[in-house]
């Protein structure tokens, strides 16, 4: 089953930046997976944050992120990275990277992600933005 690591949370000042990443071991190819990060704080459901396709050609964003975060890949670490800048107090949240594989059938990643779509979770990693 694949499985992801998360790293790079942690807690920086408003107007800082940050870049979480999800690695998954070299058994899962991540680019046949749609890959998304998701976000969640304490009694709020888990929204969508952005998504990547399968071959990177096309990424969404929540008009909350857009133009201040970028998911990317990296394909020598089998990784995806959200990169976060003008990070402010609503940004804190735990982050969550998340996979479904890709099949001729369906395709993903049109918008904002739902989570309901995502089949592969990660443990999470907590990201603090505050002063």
């Known amino acids: 089953q694949l499985r992801f690591v998360e790293s790079g949370g942690g807690v920086v000042q408003p107007g800082g930046s940050l870049r979480v990443s999800c690695a998954a071991s070299?058994?899962?190819?991540?680019?046949?997976?749609?890959i998304a990060w998701f976000r969640q704080t304490p009694g709020k459901e888990r929204e969508g944050v952005s998504c990547i396709t399968h071959d990177s050609t096309r990424t969404n964003y929540a008009d909350s992120v857009k133009g201040r975060f970028t998911i990317s890949r990296d394909h020598v670490k089998n990784s995806v990275s959200l990169e976060m800048n003008s990070l402010g107090p609503e940004d804190t949240a735990v982050y969550f990277c998340?996979?479904?594989?890709?099949?001729?059938?369906?395709?993903?990643?049109?918008?904002?992600?739902?989570?309901?779509?995502?089949?592969?979770w990660g443990q999470g990693i907590q990201v603090t933005v505050s002063s």
């Open positions: 998340a996979a479904v594989e890709q099949t001729p059938f369906l395709s993903f990643c049109w918008g904002v992600p739902d989570k309901g779509r995502y089949q592969y």
């Open positions: 070299r058994t899962f190819d991540l680019t046949r997976y749609y």
